[in-house]
């Protein structure tokens, strides 16, 4: 196979299998969330907060392979 | 004119001239422009003060305070709260103009043509700050060692040392090692973070508008807008956390 082919095979499975894992991370913070502030709504202020900060941790894994997929794309 | 490219993308950001033996990037020029911008908003707010605030006066305030209030939630004190506002704030206002300049029209539209033939490439004159890796890598180690300089201050040198060299166990050892590298990570994972959201936002929003350019763009500029917002946030909530965390003395 020629390099050029190699790469946008690359370029599609860094990115696939990379959301695999914070897609479904995320779903997870999100329905924990959601079952915390049903169980005690006072505190939902602060359940907030944190999903919020998880979330964007757990996005950043897929933010990472998303670029490594945009160096192999472009560089 | 020569062979003309239908999309530009560039994971770097290209080099406009040189001031001397430093190159000027297209970044390098929204930072400026942004800069320039607050300092115009806070001139004309600072010239005609009121003690009852109105129009942007009351805007600025309103952000302001309430950033206050959330970070004085965070540290307890008055004290710790006066003192680490104004990084946690510029980070944040910097961060959030930045990047919504980028979506501005004309942001990565308007340049020009560099080169002869086949090295003819386009220059764009304006590119958002927050997509080139330089600015991103900056603000991150800006907001690290700033962290472990606070850390310095509150907990004196011996303290810092404590939170990275723990000799009790061989298991508090290994946790004061994996705190080193994880300062090191936070560097990495910061600049990432912004630089991969809003490049990838920006490359989005390009492959769009290439291949429908009516109507549909609408909800993905929605989401660019909304995805600025939320990494500014989180780069200035995640430091202000380490912060909290950096400058707590430690239970026994």
Redesign the interface.
């Known amino acids: 196979m020629d390099k050029e082919a190699l790469r946008l095979i690359a370029v599609g499975i860094a990115i696939g299998l990379g959301a695999l894992g914070p897609g479904i991370g995320i779903g997870i913070i999100g329905g924990k969330a959601a079952e915390a502030m049903s169980r005690n709504p006072e505190a939902s202020g602060k359940i907030q907060t944190i999903t919020i900060l998880a979330i964007a941790f757990a996005e950043a894994v897929a933010i990472y392979a998303l670029v490594i997929s945009l160096i192999l794309k472009f560089l | 004119m020569g062979i003309m490219k239908p999309m530009h ?3 770097a950001a290209e080099k406009l001239f040189n001031i001397g033996p430093l190159p000027v990037t297209n970044s390098l020029l929204v930072t400026w422009i942004a800069i320039l911008l607050f300092v115009i908003l806070i001139i004309s707010i600072r010239i005609k003060r009121n003690i009852i605030p109105v129009g942007i006066q009351n805007v600025v305030e309103y952000v302001l305070e309430f950033f206050y209030r959330m970070v004085c939630e965070v540290f307890e004190s008055e004290e710790k709260s006066r003192r680490f506002f104004p990084l946690v704030m510029t980070i944040f206002l910097f961060v959030l103009l930045v990047n919504w300049l980028g979506l501005l029209p004309g942001v990565g539209s308007i340049g020009f043509y560099r080169g002869e033939g086949e090295h003819l490439e386009f220059i764009p004159l304006f590119r958002g700050a927050s997509a080139d890796l330089n600015t991103t890598i900056a603000l991150a180690l800006i907001s690290v060692f700033l962290t472990q300089i606070f850390s310095i201050q509150h907990l004196g040198f011996k303290g810092f040392i404590g939170r990275f060299i723990k000799l009790k166990s061989p298991l508090l050892f290994f946790v004061g090692i994996l705190e080193l590298i994880s300062e090191v990570a936070k560097i990495i ?1 910061f600049s ?2 912004l ?3 809003i ?2 936002g920006e ?1 989005l929003l390009l492959v769009i508008i290439f291949l429908i350019p009516f109507v549909v763009p609408i909800p993905f500029i929605a989401l660019e807008i909304f995805v600025g917002l ?1 990494q500014a ?2 780069f200035s ?2 430091t202000l ?1 380490f912060i909290k965390i950096a400058t707590t003395e430690e239970e026994h």
Request: hydrophobic share 70%; no cysteine.
């Open positions: 993308v560039s994971i994972s990432f973070r630089f991969g959201n490049f990838a490359v939320i946030l989180i909530l995640l956390f």
